[in-house]
């Protein structure tokens, strides 16, 4: 199997999980490359997600290193089998490679749960804001490269709609719903939207207003997805040099407790939604 140029964040994903397992059992890559008979590059070239991997040498490679979880190893497995192009693949060339990762993240996830508390979230921006957000950031961007950004943004709300929709919660601040990134008319089409999918049974939208106590964290954003098991979580989390992908299991670990620290600084959804509500007859 030829190398691939780009591996995409899953397929790295799946590579370094495989890493994990056999620096946990003790073993040098060349060690494995001879068990395997393979070379030391192959193997450098699998573990980077280069190189693709099969199911039967995924079972085999997870034997070899005495890996008794046997649900964890099926979802690695399931990994390998997945052909999926998503619709986010239309975007191969005319994006940068971060959108697409992300959306086949949230595709993937068996549950998001997201805090971005500066902005909308992403999952309930409506068209005109998330054009107002990019157009600010980057105003000297063409409509050729903004259209497909939008377009992207709208797609992905595929994850929570639908038929089988994936269960999504997200924290936002009061100040992030005031902000008018563009004027009354998209501020009000904005609040509509997040009430409209807060009504959702598996929407949950919590708001942190201005002056609830306990809310130090209000500066946090991030994206947490949940994998078929718990060693699969991915966090998304915004850098100095764009999106981080974060699957170490001590940094999920103090990820998923600063959710449950913003989730217990936030109004529950129904009192979130009465919050966002009166926010609507305020404009």
Not at 158 to 187: K, M, Q, W
Request: with cysteine; net charge neutral; hydrophobic share 40%.
């Amino acid at each position: 199997m030829a190398p691939r140029s780009h591996p995409t964040a899953r397929q790295m994903r799946l590579g370094a999980e495989l890493r994990k397992l056999r620096e946990a059992a003790g073993l040098r890559a060349r060690e494995v490359a001879a068990f395997l008979d393979s070379t030391s590059g192959q193997m450098s070239q699998m573990e980077a997600g280069i190189g693709g991997v099969s199911a039967a040498r995924v079972r085999r490679l997870a034997a070899h290193y005495s890996c008794a979880d046997e649900a964890y190893v099926e979802a690695l497995v399931a990994m390998t089998g997945d052909r999926t192009r998503g619709w986010w693949e239309e975007y191969r060339g005319v994006l940068p490679p971060v959108f697409l990762d992300t959306a086949e993240v949230e595709h993937h996830a068996t549950r998001l749960r997201e805090a971005v508390i500066t902005h909308v979230p992403g999952l309930l921006q409506t068209a005109a804001y998330a054009r107002a957000i990019y157009a600010y950031v980057n105003p000297s961007m063409s409509e050729r490269e903004l259209a497909p950004r939008i377009e992207h943004r709208m797609r992905r709300c595929v994850v929570i709609e639908g038929d089988d929709p994936t269960p999504y919660e997200t924290i936002v601040h009061e100040t992030a719903l005031r902000v008018r990134v563009s004027d009354r008319r998209a501020a009000r089409a904005q609040l509509d939207r997040t009430l409209e999918q807060s009504e959702q049974e598996h929407i949950a939208v919590r708001v942190i207003p201005i002056d609830q106590d306990g809310s130090g964290g209000s500066g946090v954003s991030m994206m947490y997805a949940d994998g078929p098991v718990p060693q699969l979580d991915t966090c998304l989390r915004d850098a100095p040099t764009g999106v981080a992908f974060i699957d170490a299991q001590a940094q999920l670990t103090q990820l998923r407790a600063l959710f449950l620290r913003l989730e217990k600084a936030s109004l529950d959804p129904t009192t979130s939604r009465d919050f966002i509500h009166r926010m609507t007859k305020e404009l």
